[in-house]
Nanobody, 122 residues
Framework: HLVESGGGLVQAGDSLRLSCAAS????????MTWFRQAPGNEREFVAS????????AYADSVKGRSTISKDNAKNTVYLQMNSLKPEDTAVYYC?????????????????WGQGTQVTVSS
């Protein structure tokens, strides 16, 4: 249902745009969220966009450097990340839920993509 792309190996200070292609009516009915997980760490919230008009929320660690957006016509959610830091290195996952709205708890999400690796070198 969810397919991420756009990850890669970049240098500190660079930018990346991650994409999450969704099937069906996800964007109109589900809150869409990006999580990330680094080796040895728990999965952590990055950014979320609500269904409908699409209010947004960000983790403090990425606020001001990242923008989540969606294109309903393309059924795609984006995460634009700027001024990347080595600590942004992780597998980034797209997730969807239609019960809790914007939520920072990964347990609230029913659908997950396979993840895309982002590696930031110093």
């Amino acid at each position: 249902h969810l397919v991420e792309s756009g990850g890669g190996l970049v240098q500190a200070g660079d930018s990346l745009r991650l994409s999450c292609a969704a099937s069906g009516r996800f964007l109109s009915s589900y809150a869409m969220t990006w999580f990330r997980q680094a080796p040895g760490n728990e999965r952590e919230f990055v950014a979320s966009i609500a269904r409908g008009l699409g209010s947004t929320a960000y983790a403090d660690s990425v606020k001001g450097r990242s923008t989540i957006s969606k294109d309903n016509a393309k059924n795609t959610v984006y995460l634009q990340m700027n001024s990347l830091k080595p600590e942004d290195t992780a597998v980034y996952y797209c997730a969807a839920n239609n019960r809790f709205g914007i939520s920072r708890d990964p347990r609230h999400y029913d659908y997950w993509g396979q993840g895309t690796q982002v590696t930031v070198s110093s």
